[in-house]
C-alpha cells in the first residue's frame, strides 16, 4: 500500500498523495442486492502552506447575518464583528477578500467597489472599520448570501474560493432566493464553512449547505468563543495549497457505481462529473479524508471462491504533475456460500454507518423534543449513548451527558435532563456531523478463509445493523446475541 511517506533521497518539499482501500470483499451468491462498501483513506502530505508563483491560492469571502435577531442579545452582533475582524487580520497581502452583509437580501460593506479588495494593511483596517459600522435588521434570506459570494469569487482567479457564513436564524425568506436552486449554482464552484450562534439557528439546513459545498458545519455556545474559533478555522484554510484532488472509480462489467461520499472528517456529497467515475474533492492541505464507496455487484456468469476485480481506484491532481501518485488499487470481490464469511462486513465500513445513525437518532430526538415528545426524545438519545458506547467515542458520550444524565451507556438507559432546551439539539447536531476518524487501516480486509476476530463485524439478524464481532448485543436496537465461542 501507498502510505504517503517520503523514500530515502526523495526531494524535500515533495508533494505526495496516498490511497488505501479497506473492505470485506466477500459477497453471498445469494443476496438479492449485492453491495460491495468499502471505506477509501486519502492522504496528503508536503503542501506546505502559502501562495504559489501565480498568485495566490485563496480568495475568501465572509458572510455575516445582520438580521434583526442578531441584535439581541447585543453581545451577539459584537461577537460577529470581531470574529470577522480576527478572520480579515489573518489574511495574507494579496489575498483577494470582501465582507457580505446577510438579511433577506445581500449587500457587500467591504469592499466599496463592484470587485474583491486585495489584503494589504490598509485594506485590512478598511475592512475592519466597514465591519465594525454594520448594523442589525431584516429577516434571513441564507441563498442570497451564498448568490452573492459565488458573484464575487467567480471574477477572481484565485484557485481556492472559500465562504465563512454565520447565522443565528433559520432562512425564513427562502421565497425571496431559494436556496436548493442557489447550492446547485454554487455547487464546485467554492467552499463554504458554516457556523450557528445565538439561539435560533437550524443544525440541518447547516449542514445541508455544508455537504453540498465541501465544508463543515460547527457552532459556539458562548459567543465570545467564536472569535478564537475563527482564528483557528483560517490557520487551517491557509495551509490549504492543493485545490483539487480527483477520486476516479472505474467499474469493471457487471458493476455500478452507487455513489462516492466523503464520511471523515465530515460528510460531504460528492457527484461524479458528467456521469462519469471521476469525483472531484476541494482544497487540500496536510490531511487524510475517508469516504465510502458502495458499489452493485452481479455475480451472474462469475467465478466464485477466488478474487475478482470489482472496481478500480486511482486519485489524481489535476494541473499539477508534480505530485507524487499512488499507484491505482483494486476493490475486490469474493463470492462465496459459505455464510460464515458472508455475514460479515468491514470494521472501518461500520464504524462510519454507526455515525450515521448516531446522527439519525440525535436528529430523530430532536424533532421529538420540538414536539412534546419528550418520552421519544429520551428514548432516541439513549439510542446515541448506547451507539456511542459501542463505538468507543467517549467525546460524544460527554456531548450527549450535556442533555441527557446517562444511568447506562452500554444499555441506552439515560434520563432527560429537566432544563434542556431546543438550541441544545442544534448544538449536538452539527457537534455529531464531525466523525471520528474509526478503525486503524487494515483491520478488516478479511484474508481467503479466514473469519475475522474483532477487525469485522457481524450483522444483527433484526434490524441489519452491524455489530463487533463479539458484542453480546446489537448497539443499535438492543437486540442481545447469542453467546459466541
Excluded at 460528492?270 to 455475480?299: H, I, K, M, N
Aim: negative net charge; hydrophobic residues 40%; charged residues 25%.
Amino acid at each position: 500500500m501507498e502510505t504517503g511517506t517520503r523514500g530515502a533521497g526523495e526531494a524535500a518539499g515533495q508533494v505526495i498523495a496516498g490511497l488505501e482501500i479497506d473492505q470485506w470483499k466477500y459477497l453471498s451468491r445469494e443476496a438479492g442486492d449485492p453491495r460491495m462498501h468499502a471505506i477509501l483513506s486519502v492522504r496528503v502530505d508536503g503542501t506546505g502552506g502559502g501562495g504559489g508563483p501565480g498568485g495566490p491560492l485563496l480568495a475568501q469571502v465572509l458572510a455575516v447575518d445582520c438580521s434583526s435577531s442578531m441584535t439581541w442579545p447585543v453581545e451577539k452582533l459584537h461577537a460577529a464583528q470581531e470574529a470577522a475582524v480576527a478572520a480579515i487580520r489573518k489574511l495574507p497581502d494579496g489575498t483577494p477578500f470582501a465582507v457580505v452583509r446577510g438579511n433577506e437580501q445581500a449587500a457587500v460593506v467591504y469592499p466599496d467597489t463592484p470587485r474583491m479588495a486585495r489584503a494589504t494593511a490598509r485594506t485590512r483596517a478598511r475592512a475592519e472599520r466597514a465591519v465594525r459600522e454594520m448594523v442589525a435588521g431584516g429577516g434571513t434570506c441564507i441563498g442570497a448570501w451564498l448568490d452573492l459570494s459565488r458573484r464575487l469569487l467567480a471574477e477572481q482567479d484565485a484557485p481556492i474560493g472559500h465562504v465563512l457564513l454565520l447565522t443565528d436564524g433559520k432562512n425564513q425568506h427562502d421565497e425571496h432566493m431559494p436556496l436548493a436552486r442557489v447550492l446547485e449554482e454554487c455547487a464546485g464552484r467554492f467552499v463554504c464553512d458554516a457556523w450557528g450562534i445565538g439561539d435560533g439557528w437550524d443544525g440541518r439546513e447547516l449542514l445541508r449547505i455544508t455537504r453540498r459545498l465541501h465544508g463543515s458545519a460547527s457552532s459556539v455556545r458562548e459567543e465570545a468563543a467564536l472569535s478564537a474559533e475563527y482564528e483557528q478555522l483560517m490557520n487551517r484554510l491557509l495551509t490549504k495549497t492543493v485545490p483539487e484532488l480527483v477520486i476516479s472509480v472505474t467499474p469493471m462489467p457487471g458493476c455500478t457505481v452507487r455513489y462516492l461520499k466523503q464520511v471523515f472528517p465530515a460528510e460531504v456529497e460528492l457527484s461524479a462529473e458528467d456521469g462519469t467515475g471521476r469525483f472531484v474533492t476541494r482544497a487540500w492541505g496536510d490531511e487524510t479524508r475517508r469516504y465510502q464507496l458502495c458499489l452493485t455487484a452481479d455475480p451472474s456468469g462469475r467465478p466464485h471462491r477466488e478474487d475478482l476485480q470489482l472496481a478500480v481506484v486511482a486519485v489524481d491532481v489535476p494541473g499539477d504533475d508534480t505530485v507524487r501518485l499512488p499507484p491505482p488499487r483494486p476493490c475486490l470481490v469474493h463470492w462465496t456460500d459459505d455464510p460464515a464469511l458472508s455475514r460479515h462486513t468491514d470494521a472501518q465500513v461500520e464504524h462510519f454507518e454507526q455515525h450515521q445513525r448516531l446522527g439519525e437518532a440525535v436528529a430523530a430526538a430532536a424533532d421529538a423534543h420540538r414536539r412534546g415528545q419528550l418520552d421519544l426524545a429520551e428514548h432516541q438519545l439513549g439510542r446515541a449513548a448506547r451507539l456511542a458506547h459501542a463505538m468507543g467515542v467517549d467525546e460524544q458520550l460527554d456531548r450527549l451527558a450535556r442533555l441527557v444524565r446517562i444511568e447506562d451507556a452500554e444499555g441506552g438507559r439515560v434520563v432527560l435532563l429537566p432544563d434542556v432546551k431546543a438550541i441544545d439539539f442544534q448544538h449536538l447536531i452539527t457537534a455529531f456531523s464531525h466523525s471520528t476518524y474509526g478503525p486503524a487501516s487494515g483491520t478488516g480486509s478479511g484474508a481467503a478463509g479466514a473469519v475475522p476476530r474483532g477487525g469485522a463485524t457481524v450483522r444483527c439478524p433484526v434490524c441489519e445493523a452491524g455489530a463487533p464481532a463479539a458484542a453480546r448485543f446489537c448497539p443499535s436496537c438492543g437486540h442481545p446475541f447469542e453467546a459466541r465461542q
